[in-house]
């Protein structure tokens, strides 16, 4: 993956937007997600360390060793944990290709990886380098994106048509948008064992306005996030974004809205 093809970009509004990311799906990421009995654990493609803080908060024995391919994402990441005071000590980053590190085999009790896979063009060497570097016994965590399984009501066109194009251009040029769903197959051809798979979904209706709300405002800054590089592309056009914009709009002040998207979450023994 090339920096000039990451789809979301390296600017520090896109920074911002992946710490609230981060804060935004704890819940969700780290409810079924046990790092108990880990001390030295890999974080590959660490960004801006939103991940890091939480790790380190919620898992107060851990050290994390993060690596990453973008400096100023380093960077970034080196100056938000720098100010944290439960992350003193507890942690390296490094800028390193995830699929050829400079690391011994055997260092690591385990290894984490959240959102990443979806943009790296050979996951496969990814996970055979993770595995390499893992203890016997050493576990893999890996959450990532099944984009075949957003749903949005009332049907907006423009909205499908920017979704399918943001999914075709980060398959032609960064990755995999539906990789979740393969993780199982993936782990499996490395070597992995103890392989277990869970769907978890957000699902929101009018049963839960209030949260369908704050759902589909973090959608449509997530889908908007990566407009500069789909118009750089021309993989879609201005007319296209404003109104798939609009369609979002009217959709977040729909009173029978239905947002849905799953997501899969892996875990595997070395």
């Given at each position: 993956?090339?920096?000039?093809?990451?789809?979301?970009?390296y600017t520090s509004v896109e920074q911002e937007r992946l710490r609230h990311q981060a804060r935004f799906t704890e819940q969700s990421i780290y409810r079924n997600l046990d790092l108990t009995g880990i001390d030295r654990l890999l974080e590959v493609g660490v960004g801006v360390g939103a991940q890091s803080e939480i790790i380190l908060r919620r898992y107060p024995e851990i050290k994390i060793v993060g690596i990453d391919q973008n400096e100023a994402q380093l960077a970034s990441a080196r100056q938000a944990l720098d100010t944290i005071p439960w992350a003193k000590g507890r942690y390296e980053l490094s800028k390193m290709d995830a699929t050829s590190m400079d690391f011994e085999s055997h260092t690591f009790d385990g290894?984490?990886?959240?959102?990443?896979?979806?943009?790296?063009?050979?996951p496969e060497r990814v996970l055979s380098e993770v595995r390499r570097v893992l203890k016997k016994g050493g576990r893999i965590f890996i959450t990532e994106v099944m984009n075949h399984s957003f749903f949005l009501e009332p049907y907006s066109p423009n909205v499908w048509k920017y979704w399918?194009?943001?999914?075709d251009f980060q398959h032609e040029q960064t990755g995999d948008p539906f990789i979740g769903a393969k993780l199982g197959n993936l782990l499996l051809a490395q070597g992995f064992t103890d392989i277990d798979t869970r769907v978890h979904t957000w699902h929101f209706d009018n049963r839960n306005p209030d949260k369908r709300k704050l759902y589909i405002e973090f959608w449509t800054t997530?889908?908007?996030s990566?407009?500069?590089q789909l118009l750089k592309a021309g993989a879609i056009d201005e007319e296209i974004l404003q109104q798939a914009q609009k369609e979002l709009r009217q959709v977040a002040k729909d009173p029978n809205a239905v947002f849905y998207f799953s997501f899969m979450q892996a875990q595997a023994v070395r």
């Open positions: 993956m090339s920096d000039e093809n990451y789809l979301h970009g290894a984490f990886i959240c959102w990443v896979l979806e943009h790296v063009p050979a399918m194009a943001l999914n997530l889908l908007l990566a407009k500069d």
